[in-house]
């Protein structure tokens, strides 16, 4: 690898151990092997360096339940089994050993104090949203259009930044994908006018 790829994976380690405050330049530098320079040549700032390396970790998790055969499987794209069946795999990866969402409860609260990095990771956003439209719906990411990146995307992305928040706040009980997908299907019956409205008693059949 050269340096550009040998930072990559040296501020990925960082962060997995360290956390983004706690991260210096000089830590990548020893991480990486490489040096302070190399930095500013390829990345700009350790912030955008950090930011691509929080990206590249999310993107690991999400190679980790694309890659292995085991989703999406059979389920028909849009339907609330799809929906069931992704939040389940990427729950999982909430409770694995050294998993990278909780960095982004780090963004979160301390968001002010780095703003470069912030800015980076808010631009990433609507990207994360044409993944997760992907897939949950189906068809590639990069036919996704920018109408359903600003909409549909959005809302995956908001039930993932709430789902991190919930399983960091209480990692012994956080969300799972079975509620979940029940709680999406009773706001669908109840929007289309199939089922009783949040709260209200239960129609009869």
């Not at 990771?121 to 949950?136: F, K």
Request: hydrophobic fraction near 40%; charge should be negative.
């Amino acid at each position: 690898m050269g340096h550009r790829e040998d930072l990559l994976e040296g501020a990925k380690r960082c962060l997995l151990e360290k956390g983004f405050a706690r991260t210096t330049a000089r830590d990548v530098v020893r991480e990486s092997g490489t040096n302070l320079a190399s930095i500013g040549y390829h990345y700009g700032s350790k912030d955008a360096l950090l930011a691509r390396a929080y990206v590249a970790l999310v993107e690991d998790v999400g190679a980790s339940f694309l890659g292995d055969g085991t989703a999406p499987g059979d389920t028909a794209p849009g339907s609330v089994e799809r929906f069931r069946e992704v939040w389940s795999h990427i729950v999982d990866t909430m409770r694995e050993p050294g998993s990278p969402w909780r960095l982004t409860m780090e963004i979160v609260v301390m968001g002010d104090r780095m703003p470069e990095l912030r800015d980076h990771l808010a631009l990433a956003q609507r990207e994360a949203g044409r993944a997760l439209v992907a897939l949950l719906m189906g068809g590639a990411e990069e036919e996704v259009p920018g109408e359903t990146a600003d909409t549909v995307g959005l809302f995956y992305v908001t039930l993932m930044t709430g789902l991190i928040a919930q399983w960091s706040f209480d990692p012994a009980g956080g969300p799972e994908a079975g509620p979940l997908a029940e709680g999406l299907r009773r706001v669908i019956e109840a929007a289309t006018g199939r089922g009783p409205a949040a709260g209200g008693p239960e129609r009869d059949g």
